[in-house]
């Protein structure tokens, strides 16, 4: 089993910057991709950024530009970077992390709990 821990979430202004967390705990399991996914109430998850184990990330078009993720593969933890946050920002965001068992190649699609990004003034 994989197990999520995220932190790093909590209540900005408008253009002010909030760094999240998320750090696997994955035992005999390789990580391979890591990313954050977001729902705002009302709406569908949607991909923010992931991160390949290699380093090569993805961006939603929404967050081109203000999001920075990188990764720590030694402590398996995963940095999203947000600054000039923007209302439309406000979500929870959750981590997910690919997983693979070293011993049958099962992968596996793990989810962190949540945590609540609020963006007002």
């Known amino acids: 089993q994989v197990q999520l821990v995220e932190s790093g979430g909590g209540l900005v202004q408008p253009g002010g910057s909030l760094r999240l967390s998320c750090t696997a705990s994955?035992?005999?399991?390789?990580?391979?991709?890591m990313g954050w996914y977001r729902q705002a109430p009302g709406k569908e998850r949607e991909l923010v950024a992931a991160?390949?184990?290699?380093?090569?990330?993805n961006y939603s078009d929404s967050v081109k530009g203000r999001f920075t993720l990188s990764r720590d593969n030694a402590k398996n933890t995963a940095y999203l970077q947000m600054n000039n946050l923007k209302p439309e920002d406000t979500a929870v965001y959750y981590c997910?992390?690919?997983?693979?068992?070293?011993?049958?190649?099962?992968?596996?699609?793990?989810w962190g709990q949540g945590t609540q990004v609020t963006v007002s003034s």
């Open positions: 997910n992390a690919a997983s693979v068992h070293p011993m049958t190649e099962m992968r596996y699609n793990n």
């Open positions: 991160i390949t184990r290699g380093g090569t990330t």
């Open positions: 994955a035992g005999i399991f390789s990580i391979t991709i």
